[in-house]
């Protein structure tokens, strides 16, 4: 059975810290690992990562992919207030009719405190 | 561009009430997705489209439907709410299939008493 697991559940940061969250995960047909910040709404996109060991980065965040491990890191430097969300991890999940579509975790809640 | 909008925010439906959750893109993205979120959770495919006309099942699709007869609309039907269809519901819709960027909409809050 398909299955995507991160850790940990939530985190407790002061500002300025550095975080890693972590992703796992076991799918049929791997193509990509997508890593979306979820606030009060809607999911947004953060990256995309489908060759292992090449990182990504956006300003403080950061992310890379080890497809041999089947698992990705995501790493926030320097934290701030509005870091505070929920951090969901996707990968591909492969359905029966042969269509690619997204499988998420649980989530990371992280809590940055001033 | 609005992206994807969603209508209502927020319902409460007693059990046995039928409604429409209804999802608009203006990207003309072929692919729409409607999810799913419970509290704690993450987010489960209930059905997907890759283009007007065609549908299919997500991961969660009992006692919902769906049509496509747009590329820009998706509405989500609710037949016979339950209580376990209480959640947070969100339209979805990428260019091509779901290995890429998708947007979402801003979520229709349910709760079915």
């Known amino acids: 059975e398909d299955k995507v697991v991160q850790s940990p559940l939530s985190l407790v940061v002061h500002e300025g810290d550095t975080v890693t969250l972590n992703c796992s995960y076991e799918?049929?047909?791997?193509?990509?690992l997508l890593w979306y910040k979820q606030e009060k709404k809607a999911p947004t996109f953060l990256f995309m990562l489908?060759?292992?060991?090449i990182e990504k980065k956006s300003g403080r965040l950061s992310s890379i992919l080890d497809k041999k491990e089947l698992s990705s890191i995501l790493n926030i430097t320097a934290t701030q207030t509005g870091d505070s969300a929920i951090y969901l991890c996707?990968?591909?999940?492969?359905?029966?009719?042969?269509?690619?579509?997204?499988?998420f975790g649980t989530g990371t809640r992280l809590t940055v405190i001033p | 561009n609005a992206g994807v909008t969603q209508t209502p925010k927020f319902r409460i439906l007693k059990i046995g009430q039928s409604m429409t959750l209804q999802c608009t893109q203006d990207?003309?993205?072929?692919?729409m997705y409607w999810y799913r979120q419970d509290p704690g959770m993450g987010l489960k495919l209930i059905y997907y489209?890759?283009?007007?006309?065609?549908?299919d099942k997500g991961e969660v699709p009992n006692g919902y439907n769906v049509s496509r007869s747009t590329t820009e609309d998706f509405p989500l039907r609710l037949e016979l709410a339950a209580p376990s269809q209480t959640s947070v519901y969100f339209c979805?819709?990428?260019?091509?299939?779901?290995?890429?960027?998708?947007?979402f909409g801003p979520g229709t809050r349910l709760t079915v008493t």
């Open positions: 489908t060759s292992s060991g």
């Open positions: 799918v049929t047909n791997f193509r990509s």
């Open positions: 489209s890759v283009g007007a006309g065609i549908t």
């Open positions: 990207m003309n993205h072929n692919y």
């Open positions: 979805a819709s990428s260019y091509f299939d779901g290995a890429y960027e998708q947007y």
């Open positions: 996707a990968v591909d999940h492969r359905y029966q009719t042969g269509a690619n579509n997204l499988f």
